[in-house]
């Protein structure tokens, strides 16, 4: 059974930082592209970044040079470091498994809420 478990959201100021965390069971975590989502309150969900098993990133356009994604595969861990927050960066984040499937992620954690105020 695939778990993921995510942690580290919360409130901070305008131009703060968090780091959110999301460690995986239950996957042969090292082979599989991660992906870190928002989904603001009355909106769609939305992509942020991801990182494939060899380590490329890709990422949302609002959030490029601001926010980075890393993994530690010994950890079974996924981050998602954010820096220069803005008000509009305040979502539920969700991890997810294989976000490229064509069936959309295998797997999803719980959500995390991050709310920046201004």
């Known amino acids: 059974q695939v778990q993921l478990v995510e942690s580290g959201g919360g409130l901070v100021q305008a131009g703060g930082s968090l780091i959110l965390s999301c460690e995986a069971s239950?996957?042969?975590?090292?082979?599989?592209?991660m992906g870190w989502y928002r989904q603001p309150l009355g909106n769609q969900r939305e992509l942020v970044a991801v990182i494939t098993s060899g380590g490329s990133t890709i990422y949302l356009g609002s959030v490029k040079g601001r926010f980075t994604i890393s993994r530690n595969n010994a950890k079974n861990t996924v981050y998602l470091q954010m820096n220069s927050l803005k008000p509009e960066d305040t979502a539920v984040y969700y991890c997810?498994?294989?976000?490229?499937?064509?069936?959309?992620?295998?797997?999803w954690g719980q959500g995390t809420q991050v709310t920046v105020s201004s």
């Open positions: 239950g996957i042969i975590f090292s082979i599989n592209t």
């Open positions: 997810a498994a294989d976000p490229y499937s064509r069936l959309g992620p295998s797997s």
